[in-house]
């Protein structure tokens, strides 16, 4: 099956650590993102890449970093400079990040809490 | 600020009927999205709209865009309880560097 996956579903970060989110695609789509989502809220973008080795900050990058040295794989790492992570994390792909968003498909999510 | 922002908030309505919902955006766009979250979920891509678009139909979807009131409308027709999530719009902007950007939802519900 064709899709993106995210991994845990669950994540628990004790106060001071830095976690690492998983996400993986087999779409061999070129651009993947994170987004972090708070209830009632909607998608806020932390980071975007558009190609292997190559990533930019989104409008909440602050306390976040990622690499992207596999086309198929994109980790998310919230580290202890972010306060307030407790949120919904979201990844997607899509396959061109050219003129004009494309449509971007989306992993099942993790879900992170702060013990 | 948010480039799309949906209305209303909240839609509650009977199985069967039509659900229309809205959303305004602020700049000119590319194309404009609707998606559909269930609880807890990722979310799921519906429809995709370009600007020299005016109409576009999926199933019991319909979508609509005016771009001189920069706002487009999502229609669900016959409405099943299985519709019941939240709706998002996602615009991106012309120019360099586009981007997705979702407004806040709205939650639909469907009484059986």
């Known amino acids: 099956d064709g899709g993106i996956t995210q991994s845990p579903k669950y994540l628990f970060r004790k106060e001071g650590q830095n976690v690492t989110l998983s996400c993986e695609q087999n779409?061999?789509?070129?651009?993947m993102y994170w987004y972090r989502q708070d209830p009632g809220q909607g998608l806020r973008l932390i980071y975007y890449?558009?190609?292997?080795?190559?990533?930019q900050k989104g409008d909440i990058a602050e306390g976040y970093s990622v690499s992207r040295e596999k086309k198929e794989s994109f980790p998310l790492t919230v580290t202890s400079a972010q306060k307030n992570p407790t949120a919904f994390y979201l990844c997607?792909?899509?396959?061109?990040?050219?003129?004009?968003?494309?449509?971007?498909?989306f992993g099942p999510g993790t879900r992170l809490l702060v013990l | 600020s948010q480039q799309g922002e949906e209305d209303p908030q909240a839609l509650s309505i009977q199985e069967g009927e039509n659900a229309t919902m809205n959303c305004s955006y602020k700049?000119?766009?590319?194309?404009l999205q609707w998606y559909r979250q269930n609880s807890g979920r990722g979310l799921v891509h519906l429809i995709l709209?370009?600007?020299?678009?005016r109409e576009k139909h999926s199933g019991r979807l319909r979508v609509t865009l005016d771009t001189s009131k920069k706002s487009s409308s999502l229609l669900i027709t016959a409405s099943r309880a299985a519709d019941t999530a939240s709706y998002f719009c996602?615009?991106?902007?012309?120019?360099?560097?586009?981007?997705?950007?979702f407004g806040k939802g709205i939650t639909l519900s469907v009484r059986p």
């Open positions: 890449s558009q190609i292997v080795n190559d990533f």
């Open positions: 779409l061999n789509h070129d651009a």
């Open positions: 997607a792909s899509s396959e061109d990040y050219g003129v004009g968003a494309e449509t971007q498909y």
């Open positions: 709209i370009r600007s020299n678009e």
């Open positions: 996602a615009t991106d902007s012309t120019g360099a560097n586009s981007k997705l950007t």
């Open positions: 700049t000119s766009i590319n194309n």
